[in-house]
T-cell receptor
């Protein structure tokens, strides 16, 4: 049973560029959340997708956008990259159902913006 | 707003020593509380959780008790092993949230020496 898989594992981009990160949820899960983890910090909630719609959003600018596909996989897009966007981006999946559905995290995508 | 504060690290212990990592939270009402662990190069793994006051979460020898009166959820283990070396995150899910969004502390690095 595959867990949450993310691609790519590492990525280097230049300021101003755009990036797309991908996530496949754990088998049977239908909800995907994205988190940003800066070096030495705890993860910060970006947004959550369920039924192909953004259900909740954290305090991130519109440069951060996402998408969920009918097979429940998801993409995170970041436009006009800034140096401060350098971080580990974590995807987490769960079943729709709130507190009774624990989050399962992938190993993350390490994004470096130069 | 809702937040989590945990003790700064690193915490360095010898094998078989007693571990305490302090965590306090700010939230209106009764959030659910979690401890996650992050091993080097990996994503987050749920270690334990508690969903109501006075609940004790436990797993792999780790324990934490939900204390409403002190708004705390301290992590303890009686005898640590080298394999416990990792970063530990305390987190909460807001009590009135529409999703299972997590708010994390900044993490505490634990280094266990043989």
């Amino acid at each position: 049973d595959a867990g949450v898989t993310q691609s790519p594992t590492h990525l280097i981009k230049t300021r101003g560029q755009q990036v797309t990160l991908r996530c496949s949820p754990k088998s049977g899960h239908d909800t995907v959340s994205w988190y940003q983890q800066a070096l030495g910090q705890g993860p910060q909630f970006i947004f959550q997708y369920y039924e192909e719609e953004e259900r909740q959003r954290g305090n991130f600018p519109d440069r951060f956008s996402g998408h969920q596909f009918p097979n429940y996989s998801s993409e995170l897009n970041v436009n006009a990259l800034l140096l401060g966007d350098s971080a580990l981006y974590l995807c987490a999946s769960s079943l729709e159902g709130g507190l009774n559905s624990p989050l399962h995290f992938g190993n993350g995508t390490r994004l470096t913006v130069t | 707003g809702d937040s989590v504060t945990q003790m700064e690290g690193p915490v360095t212990l010898s094998e078989e020593a007693f571990l305490t990592i302090n965590c306090t939270y700010t939230a209106t009402g009764y959030p659910s509380l979690f401890w996650y662990v992050q091993y080097p190069g990996e994503g987050l793994q749920l270690l334990l959780k508690a969903t109501k006051a006075d609940d004790k979460g436990s797993n792999k020898g780790f324990e934490a008790t939900y204390r409403k009166e002190t708004t705390s959820f301290h992590l303890e283990k009686g005898s640590v092993q080298v394999s416990d070396s990792a970063v530990y995150f305390c987190a909460l899910t807001p009590p009135r949230g529409a999703t299972n969004k997590l708010i994390f502390g900044t993490g505490t690095l634990l280094a266990v020496q043989p």
